[in-house]
């Protein structure tokens, strides 16, 4: 749709361990200047696990981000 903005990320997820190991859910978080949470989200990868050495590549996006945010984060969401 016209006058929208798209913010686009992407990114690789590598796994530098020697075991096959789940990939969990990443998540994207919108900040200002003085940290504040002002947006995020979370999505999935294309794939349930990564093997030892592997790559998986990302891409997400999402439409209208707060004009305020300053910086982005990519973490992986939940888990411990």
């Known amino acids: 749709m016209a006058g929208q903005t798209v913010i686009q990320v992407q990114g690789d997820v590598f ?5 096959e190991i789940a990939v969990p859910p990443l998540k994207v978080a919108l900040r200002d200047d003085s940290g504040k949470l002002l947006f995020d989200w979370t999505f999935g990868v ?3 696990t990564i093997r030892p050495g592997e790559t998986i590549n990302f891409k997400t996006e999402t439409k209208n981000p707060p004009a305020e945010a300053t910086k982005l984060a990519v973490t992986f969401a939940g888990g411990s």
Do not use: A
Not at 15 to 19: A, G, I, L, Q, S
């Open 15 to 19: 796994n530098k361990t020697d075991k």
């Open 46 to 48: 294309d794939r349930p």
